[in-house]
């Protein structure tokens, strides 16, 4: 006889396990849909709507990425998102280890301004942003494109909700052995700090590469422009030709997937170290 005795699914497993499968299908569904489109003729596009195309074509595909500059947008993509991504890790990482470890004077006002940025779309900043960004000299530069995104309001939030959680006598050990704040955030705090620091990349990563509106309006270089810009110029010149549009989108999106579905798990404990995910 075996040793590993067999387990039965219990009713409660099955029904979950349906749920499951059926919201990945709902989540599958347009993907699956697009990436059918793209490999369509333009005339079977439009036609009766159906699932598998009656002649398998790349044409679309090959249009999209002749038509534009994938290589150097993708590079771009890649600098900006990943420079977004330090700098916020950095900051966050550092406001939020301030707001919950220290006491100063002023402290409620200015947690309750930085919190205030959550109030504000992006797009609402974007003239004062614009005009702050050309009176430096950095419209059409890569800073011009990184800097506005660094002000991670929601990112201190996550990070300050973790550090309060964390024990206080790791610190006041590491205290009377003499080590100072500076050694013990760098060498104590940053470690047990990875799940939710791995999650607020994530985020950071993912948000600065689907940001569209910032690159669009402060570069006019095509030499700077990010994938989901030089994805959107292509799909202009094209007009709405449906197969195009999809295999562009294909193309801005398919890293971010490879992305989620590579470092899910780490996005699933990031949230559940934060103590987010009840609220």
């Not at 036609?47 to 595909?61: C, G, K, L, Q, V």
């Not at 200015?110 to 109030?119: N, S």
């Not at 950095?138 to 964390?166: E, H, N, R, S």
């Not at 994530?202 to 700077?224: E, G, H, R």
């Amino acid at each position: 006889m075996s040793t590993r005795s067999a387990r039965r699914w219990t009713p409660g497993q099955v029904a979950l396990t349906a749920v499951a499968a059926a919201l990945s299908l709902i989540w599958l569904a347009p993907l699956a849909w697009a990436l059918s489109t793209s490999l369509k003729t333009p005339a079977e596009s439009v036609a009766s709507p159906h699932w598998i195309p009656d002649r398998f074509t790349f044409d679309s595909w090959q249009k999209v990425i002749e038509a534009g500059n994938i290589p150097n947008w993708f590079v771009n993509s890649v600098v900006v998102s990943v420079c977004v991504t330090v700098i916020v890790l950095l900051v966050a990482s550092l406001a939020g280890y301030g707001f919950a470890r220290t006491e100063f004077r002023g402290k409620p006002a200015l947690m309750a301004l930085t919190m205030a940025g959550l109030m504000f779309s992006p797009a609402v900043l974007g003239v004062p942003l614009f005009t702050t960004v050309q009176s430096l000299g950095m419209v059409d530069t890569y800073w011009g494109v990184i800097l506005p995104q660094c002000a991670p309001a929601a990112m201190v939030y996550i990070l300050y909700k973790f550090f309060q959680g964390l024990p206080r006598e790791l610190e006041e050990a590491a205290f009377i052995d003499g080590a100072g704040r500076w050694r013990i955030f760098f060498t104590i705090v940053l470690p047990l700090s990875k799940p939710s620091l791995s999650a607020v990349g994530i985020f950071t990563f993912i948000a600065s590469w689907n940001n569209f509106i910032w690159p669009y309006m402060v570069t006019n270089n095509p030499d700077l422009m990010t994938m989901p810009n030089g994805i959107a110029t292509v799909q202009n010149a094209f007009g709405i030709v449906w197969p195009q549009l999809m295999a562009g989108g294909l193309i801005a999106g398919l890293p971010l997937i490879i992305v989620f579905v590579f470092f899910q798990s780490r996005i699933v404990r990031g949230v559940a170290h934060t103590g987010l995910a009840g609220q």
